[in-house]
């Protein structure tokens, strides 16, 4: 599978972006999706999830009430709305896919990974 993510850039506290995750696989439906993130200097992070049905998704303490994750069957793609950006949601978002459970929240529990898109909040 592999995963193209987008939609990163540079943006000031309070705004929002959208971020795209576009996967090459037919069989899009039969992995769970998240999002990570990456800050300078730091480990990779679980942001959020999303299963199989979009039914259940999952998110971090950090975004949730501020960040959505949702899925388009149809166009193969994952998405990530991120509201009220504050200048620790600083750094690569990676968008991932995982054969396992929608609820897991380590990086090794993905199996296949993005290249990441950059995101810049300035105070």
């Known amino acids: 599978v592999q995963l193209q993510a987008s939609g990163g850039g540079l943006v000031q506290a309070g705004d929002s972006l959208r971020l795209s995750c576009v996967t090459s696989?037919?069989?899009?439906?039969?992995?769970?999706l998240g999002w990570f993130h990456q800050a300078p200097g730091k480990e990779r992070e679980f942001v959020a999830s999303?299963?199989?049905?979009?039914?259940?998704?999952y998110y971090s303490d950090s975004v949730r009430g501020r960040f959505t994750i949702s899925r388009d069957s149809g166009k193969n793609t994952a998405y990530l709305q991120m509201n009220s950006l504050k200048p620790e949601d600083t750094g690569v978002y990676y968008c991932a896919a995982s054969e396992n459970f929608s609820d897991d929240r380590s990086p090794a529990d993905y199996n296949y990974w993005g290249q990441g898109t950059l995101v810049t909040v300035s105070s």
């Open positions: 696989d037919y069989t899009f439906s039969k992995y769970v």
């Open positions: 999303i299963s199989r049905s979009a039914r259940r998704s």
